[in-house]
């Protein structure tokens, strides 16, 4: 468009010299709207349009953006520390708020989990069973109360209901069994002269996790899976010193101290000389080798041994607590059967546990290997009517393929994250946790994660910072590996999800653990603004 000046040179030219200043302002108004006109016209026709204005240069970098590539660096920082030279992490940190990645390291690459495991559990167990699913177990029998006698079996049908753990029991052990007592007295039962009979058939007889460690076998976190549990299927043992150097040291069983038979080999040291407690199994499967030493004065160490029959320990625990509760059961033999439909029983009563919302407390607060393991079988018997861990598996596929991610893209090999076969990407975990963040059930997943500097596996890392009553999240740790992913606020309230998977490191578990800590308060600190 041409300037002013050059309409005027224009104008003062076409014109008489005697013709009035007034007429030529006029007259180059008049050309100068003409002008205009033109331009927009050419503009409104023109495919790619056109811009009245001059061409921007070049746009600056806001503060914001400063600020996340500050972000980044600090994280990149953290994770290239010299005591991880030989590791690998893999990260991956979302805005939930915002839909956009603000961190990434290896986030595709594959991970052995551990515990992180049991987030892809718990999450698909609460979209495919819902927060308000309840285990049930049904008391039957084949008998008539005459005088006082239970002319019959007692028979215990379970589905999997993590009963009397020490979780649930408010303190006191045989807590359930000692209110069926009750209910069993209600009925004017006195005495129960068949046999206590436990059907386990909901679950397969499978009951360990795919590629768990020979090793592991014999301790509490890879007890294994039963549809009857009592005590998440477990003995303690309590270990003090004998009262002089030689002593063979002192053992205590609960709660049920019949049950196992130890080989003692433990003996009392000199003061100073360092506990050493090694377990094994011993020529039966209820036989402990127990060998090491503690020495003098020391406190008592506990240790927790897996029981190999779960459903024969949850029947001896029964018979022991009616016994005590005063029902006579000493002539009654226990034995495991497998199904009880072809049987004329009548139902006694069903016991129910409490809700799933609830329940996952015990998942994800604690990380409690059997019940996560109990869950995946659980989501098999629920939508499949096959109580195993290949139907579970199944609907965990199945469901997280409705989260867009493609079964070849992970492994997994059990419930719980114990098994080393395990893997998976920091992505595939945020995109499970993304998706259930945008679920009706998301509340109750989110109050069942651990809280930093609070509670769970959690209660002693973060505190007294920005990240403490503030991140929520699941750990992870098996041998040369560390997870933590959940959620965390920013200094906004900013909501990201995270996930920080450590595997083949050689520094100490402290030192990685406090990296994803300094990670997670950097995260909980950060401010756009």
Known sequence: MPIVSDILLKASCTLHPKTHWTTIILLVMKRITLSILFALLACSTSPGGCSLHPAAGPALPSAATDRVHGLRADLDQIFSDRSFA????????????RSETLYERDAS????????????TAAV???????????????????????GVLKGDLIIVGTGDPLDSPQFQSGELFYAFKAWAARLKERGITKIEGALLGDGAAFDEAKLGYGW?????????????????????????????????????????????????????????????????KISRGSSERTIVLAGSIPLKNKP????????????????????????????????????????????????????????????????????????????????????????????????????EQMGIQKESYVYADGSGLSRLNLTSPRTLVRVLRFIHRHPEFADFYDVLA???????????????????????KTGSIANVSAISGYVRTADGEMLAFSILANNFLASRDKVEKAQDKALERLAGFSRK
Request: hydrophobic share 40%; charged share 20%.
């Open 86 to 97: 030989n590791a690998r992490w893999g990260v991956e940190v979302f805005s939930l708020d």
């Open 109 to 120: 690459r594959l991970f052995i989990p551990a515990s992180n495991n049991k987030i892809i």
């Open 125 to 147: 167990a609460l979209i495919r069973l819902g927060s308000d699913y309840r285990y049930e177990t049904r008391l039957l029998t084949d008998g008539q109360v005459r005088e």
């Open 213 to 277: 460690e020979w090793n592991d076998l014999v301790h509490a976190y890879a007890a294994p899976v039963a549809a009857l549990q009592f005590h998440d299927n477990m003995l303690s043992i309590e270990i003090s010193p004998g009262l002089q150097k030689g002593d063979p040291a002192s053992v205590k069983i609960s709660p049920l101290a019949e049950y196992l038979t130890m080989d003692n080999r433990m003996l009392t040291e000199g003061e100073r000389t360092p506990a050493r407690v």
């Open 301 to 400: 160490i506990l240790q927790t041994v897996s029981v190999q029959t779960p459903t024969h320990y949850f029947l001896s625990a029964l018979k022991h607590a009616l016994a005590t509760e005063g029902i006579d059961t000493g002539s009654c033999e226990t034995r495991e059967i497998r199904g009880s439909g072809s049987l004329s029983l009548s139902t006694l009563w069903t016991h129910s546990s409490p809700p799933l919302s609830e329940l996952l407390k015990l998942l994800l607060k604690t990380s409690h290997n059997l019940f996560a393991e109990t869950l995946t079988r659980t989501l098999g018997l629920a939508t499949r009517g096959n109580g195993t861990f290949a139907a579970g598996k199944e609907v965990v596929e199945e469901t997280l």
């Open 451 to 473: 809280i930093a500097a609070v509670d769970g596996t959690l209660a002693s890392r973060m505190k007294n910072t920005q990240a403490g009553n503030n991140v929520r999240a």
